[in-house]
């Protein structure tokens, strides 16, 4: 750069900064008539508001605005667990959380180049299933509307609606070039949180991807199924597992732990609020999977297991989440998620921050590590877990 440039810059750059500063003086005079102790907080949510409506560049969106006002007031907390919640957001946080939902049952992924949705799979027994929808379709259409450059969340809401209501799907199929459409009538989708299987020497494997309210069902079933074919030992996989449910989890655990308290809660005053299980406990040699990302429900399952003595921990350090939410409705639709306990282990060790070190940790390759699919075979931690239950037969 020259100095004639250089100089150039610098210059613009304190003109800049100069008319800033004499807009800022400016909307400061506008305001002298009120003193700093009588400009209430509305008068200057008002004011700002109006300030922008008046001034920013381009249009503005009102109830952005006032979200955002929203927004920063429960992030001032400094706990990214505290959140306030749109409308919006409490409708999907709300769907997640039961496990269902009204649409076709497709699972999708987003082309971040075209914003078209992938079909990766149609859930199985669900209308999309039935209708003939394959993996690889791509959603081009819905209701004859483009989605092309929509917003996936907008998108994803239109294919959802009503039970009973019907919804017109264009895909684009590959393998016979060209678009097929579908006419789907939408339904309660179950989407399952529990996948099992037996493995080798009768050692049965359920998977929980998270904790939702019907995820206490979908293990049961999978559980009483597995043991009624004489499994001899139980692997639980809780990696990757962000949470969920604190009374389902709860439920889950009192089936495998013995007689005593599961996991036990303490709030802002002090107050203390235990979750006990009953005598009924598992017979059979038990593993608990965990990884960096297992958290919060996860946590509490394993941290009970790990306390008392009724299985062992294989994996690496749990995320660290300790602590419990409560969503309280706003009645305009919204809400504000706040964190309202702290949660500790049987032994009384609250882990946020920490997480939970297993008995054996086992790393995965460097290069399974970011893989979408990891096989039985390529497991290591898998493979460990197998050897540990083996071996308390």
Known sequence: MNRKTFFSGV??????????????????????????QDFSVEDKINYISQ?????????????????GLFYGMVDSIGDPYTTY????????????????????????????????LMVISPIPGTP????????????????????????????????????GTEVKITVYRESE????????????????????????D???????????????????????????????????????????????VEKIADKLVPEGTLVYTIDKEGKRVDYTS????????LCILVNGNSASASEILAGAVQDTGTGTLVGTQTFGKGLVQNIYSIPDGS??????????????????????????????PEELKKALIITHDQDTQLKKAIEVVKGKK
């Open 335 to 364: 809400a504000v998620k706040v964190t309202i306990q702290k949660y500790y282990t049987p032994r009384g060790v609250c882990i946020q921050g920490e997480g939970i070190t297993p008995d054996y940790v086992v790393e995965l």
């Open 177 to 200: 070039n060209k678009d097929v459409e579908f006419n789907i009538v939408r339904n309660v989708i179950d989407v399952p949180s529990v996948a099992g299987e037996m493995l080798e």
């Open 11 to 36: 210059a613009t750059g304190v003109a800049a900064s100069v008319m800033s500063f004499a807009i800022l003086n400016t909307a400061a005079g506008a305001i002298s008539a009120k003193t700093r």
């Open 202 to 248: 009768k050692i049965a494997y359920i998977r929980l991807s998270g904790f939702k309210n019907n995820t206490y069902e979908q293990f049961i079933k999978e559980y009483d199924d597995l043991m009624g074919k004489g499994a001899k030992g139980l692997i639980i996989d809780v990696r990757d597992n962000p949470g969920g449910v604190l009374n389902i």
């Open 128 to 163: 999309a299933e039935k209708a003939g929808m394959l993996p690889g379709d791509v959603i081009k259409k819905v209701n004859e509307k483009p989605i092309s450059g929509m917003d996936s969340t907008e998108a994803i809401s239109m294919i959802k609606g009503s039970k």
């Open 85 to 116: 919640l749109s409308a919006e957001q409490v409708k999907s946080f709300m769907e997640s959380t039961e496990g269902s939902f009204y649409g076709i049952g497709v699972n999708v992924i987003t082309n971040k180049a075209d914003g078209s």
């Open 278 to 285: 009953d005598a009924e406990s598992i017979k059979v040699p």
């Open 51 to 67: 300030l922008l409506n008046s001034h920013y560049v381009e249009d503005v969106d009102n109830d952005a605005l006032k979200d």
